[in-house]
């Protein structure tokens, strides 16, 4: 790749800020080449014909040989970013309690014409966490259940319907954050589970993704006392890299989890928690509010890539990965708002949404 360090680095951080507009910063910095992308929040999207014009201008803002990636949480009930009239999903768990995978995967590539047309390529979804721990304050009904199985094979069919709709997927929270007591936005919990109840519970909906197909995971905030005593798995090499990487196969992109998030921000600086999860084996960082945050980030992966080659190859790894999946699903919004009017119209959402509500009634 023909990238000074500071594009090389920057490309590992997709960024979010305040505002319905892109800043100048961000912006600029996107020009430059020295970020990979935006995540968007309610607060950037007041409604659809926003967020295409937002989308649009992000497109714009990158060279044409480093397109970003555009991402959104919208996996449906109470974690869902865009509001009416883009397709409204039900919480997982009642998909899950259907249990049609038919049904999911039309669901997914309903909800992935839509975001396509707005200028997403990346939806943090979905949730593949098993859920395990009815005391979990965090997952429950994001989740298509407590079985394995049953989150495997519907993981896989809204994976599919995603992907078929140009939006890449990204499944998370590596390796399960189903059996967890705290919220990692806040504090951070640890999992005591034993290597073989990983295997039997956390792990077959993610090893099922590894092999189907899966464009990207996220990582999860929380400390997985069998696999890396006292490591989050965000910083951890053993998971985001032997377990994710050689024993699962996944050869797709790895985001961490926003590191803003009160698990690491409270015991790490953005610095330390940067650099460490670049070096466990993460491909993009989440910082998802924070423009200064983002820029702290940046000069500490440039510092450490300038004196450390391992690192400096890491990143190269990590970039390269990343590159190809945007290059393979680039964000494209429809050219106009009249188009994307019509498009969330469609009648295959309707369709989709009655059939939940009769197979649910």
Excluded: W
Excluded at 29 to 38: D, F, K, M, Q, S
Excluded at 198 to 207: G, I, K
């Amino acid at each position: 790749m023909d990238l000074s360090l500071p594009q090389l680095c920057g490309q590992l951080i997709v960024g979010g800020f305040p505002g319905t507009e892109l800043p100048e910063a961000l912006s600029t910095e996107l020009l430059a080449g020295r970020r990979a992308g935006v995540i968007l929040f309610k607060r950037n999207l007041p409604d659809a014909e926003t967020a295409h014009e937002l989308s649009s201008s992000v497109v714009d803002a990158c060279p044409d040989e480093l397109p970003p990636f555009i991402g959104v949480d919208q996996e449906g009930g109470r974690v869902a970013r865009f509001g009416e009239p883009v397709i409204q999903l039900p919480p997982m768990r009642v998909l899950g309690g259907i249990g049609d995978r038919d049904l999911v995967q039309r669901a997914a590539a309903a909800l992935a014409a839509e975001l396509s047309a707005i200028g997403i390529n990346l939806d943090f979804a979905p949730v593949l966490d098993v859920d395990s721990n009815p005391k979990n304050p965090i997952i429950g009904d994001r989740s298509f259940g407590n079985d394995p199985d049953t989150v495997a094979r519907l993981g896989r069919a809204f994976i599919r319907g995603l992907q078929e709709g140009s939006v890449l997927a990204c499944g998370k929270h590596f390796p399960g954050h189903g059996d967890t007591k705290k919220d990692s936005h806040v504090d951070l919990p640890v999992v005591g589970r034993s290597k073989e109840q990983l295997d039997a519970v956390e792990l077959p909906p993610f090893r099922a993704a590894s092999h189907g197909g899966l464009a990207a995971m996220m990582t999860a905030h929380v400390v997985y006392e069998e696999l890396d005593p006292g490591v989050p798995a965000t910083l951890s090499r053993p998971i985001c890299t032997g377990l994710l990487r050689t024993e699962l196969g996944f050869g797709g992109v790895l985001f961490s989890d926003d590191l803003e998030m009160r698990a690491l921000s409270d015991r790490y600086s953005i610095e330390q928690s940067a650099v460490a999860a670049v070096r466990a084996g993460c491909d993009a960082l989440l910082i998802c509010s924070d423009l200064e945050l983002q820029k702290r980030a940046h000069a500490a992966l440039v510092d450490k890539a300038t004196t450390d080659d391992s690192f400096h190859s890491r990143c190269n790894e990590a970039v390269a990965r990343s590159l190809a999946a945007r290059r393979q699903t680039p964000a494209r919004p429809v050219p106009s708002v009249e188009q994307l009017r019509a498009l969330l119209e469609s009648d295959e959402a309707h369709a989709v949404l009655d059939e939940i509500a009769e197979r649910t009634a």
